[in-house]
Each structure stands twice: as C-alpha cells, then as structure tokens.
C-alpha cells in the first residue's frame, strides 16, 4: 500500500503520470510524490576534466 512521505497517510490516490512514472497525491497533506526515487548521479567539479587529461 502507498504511503505518504510526508505524512503517512495510507490515503492517496492516482495523479498521472511524469517522465513514465506514476504519480500519487496525499489526500490529507496535498502532496505529489512518486513510489520510488532515484538518487542522480554526482560528478565532483573537475572530474570531467581530470579523465581527459589522463587519457
């Protein structure tokens, strides 16, 4: 069962869908959230730059 990060109401519902993922809105706080998140990925400034040096 669904449940808000927010709050923890088990009361959501379905609110469409974005970038192919399905969202949910808590019927008690009002907050859109999705199922499950992704951390995105961290490149240290100038790492980019140090593997073409080193090629």
């Known amino acids: 069962m669904m449940q808000c990060p927010e709050c923890g ?3 959501v ?3 469409g ?3 192919g ?3 949910y809105l ?3 706080c009002q ?4 199922d ?3 951390p995105k990925s961290y490149t240290p400034p100038g ?3 140090l593997n073409l040096v080193d090629r």
């Open 17 to 19: 869908q974005r970038k």
């Open 26 to 28: 808590c019927q008690v």
């Open 31 to 34: 907050r859109q959230f999705i």
């Open 9 to 11: 109401s088990t009361t």
């Open 36 to 38: 499950t998140y992704e």
């Open 21 to 23: 993922k399905q969202n």
């Open 47 to 49: 790492q980019r730059h």
């Open 13 to 15: 519902s379905k609110n």
